[in-house]
């Protein structure tokens, strides 16, 4: 027979499992996403300019953004 002090700290575990099931999936703060903030594009985004890489480089190429250079070949 199992020891009361495991049969305790089962049934804690599956309350807690249950609840974390409950919660919605992106629920956690832990998960945040840079996203641009003109359309949203959730991908390649750059921290240092808070831009996605495609917008990054359009603007580069246009000389929009003190201090970059677009490439040129």
Do not use: H, W, Y
Request: aromatic share 2%.
């Amino acid at each position: 027979m199992a020891q009361k002090s495991k049969i305790v700290r089962n049934e804690q575990r599956a309350r807690t499992v249950a609840a974390l099931a409950a919660r919605p999936r992106d629920a956690s703060a832990t998960r945040p996403r840079d996203r641009d903030c003109v359309d949203g594009r959730p991908r390649g985004c750059l921290r240092g300019f808070g831009l996605p890489r495609i917008r990054l480089r359009e603007l580069a190429r246009r000389g929009e953004l003190p201090g970059v250079t677009g490439s040129s070949r």
